[in-house]
């Protein structure tokens, strides 16, 4: 028997779905200006480096949100077709 509460995962979807658009707005406000040293091109590339790894965590959250919606279309789909199905074997149609 299925015991899932479709509210419940799509309630998780949705703060998931949150939480990725939180992080796509994470930004580096300044980097380090330090003109004729090498500290200057490495916080640039160090700053580039960690928005690309926010990027990949926000849009793998948002693909977790996504897949925790459709499983719960997926569970509602199977739930509407199931109880279809035995209302159909009540009234004695096959």
């Known amino acids: 028997m299925l015991q899932v509460d479709i509210d419940a995962l799509r309630s998780f979807a949705k703060a998931l779905h949150s939480i990725a658009s939180q992080i796509d707005q994470i930004g ?55 109880r279809d199905q035995l209302k159909k074997y009540d009234s004695g149609v096959q």
């Open 28 to 82: 580096i406000a300044s980097s380090v200006r330090m003109p004729v040293s090498g500290t200057e091109v490495a916080s640039a590339d160090v700053s580039g480096k960690i928005l690309d790894a926010y990027a990949l965590l926000g849009a793998q959250i948002g693909e977790m949100g996504g897949n925790a919606d459709s499983s719960a279309s997926g569970y509602e789909a199977v739930e509407t077709a199931f």
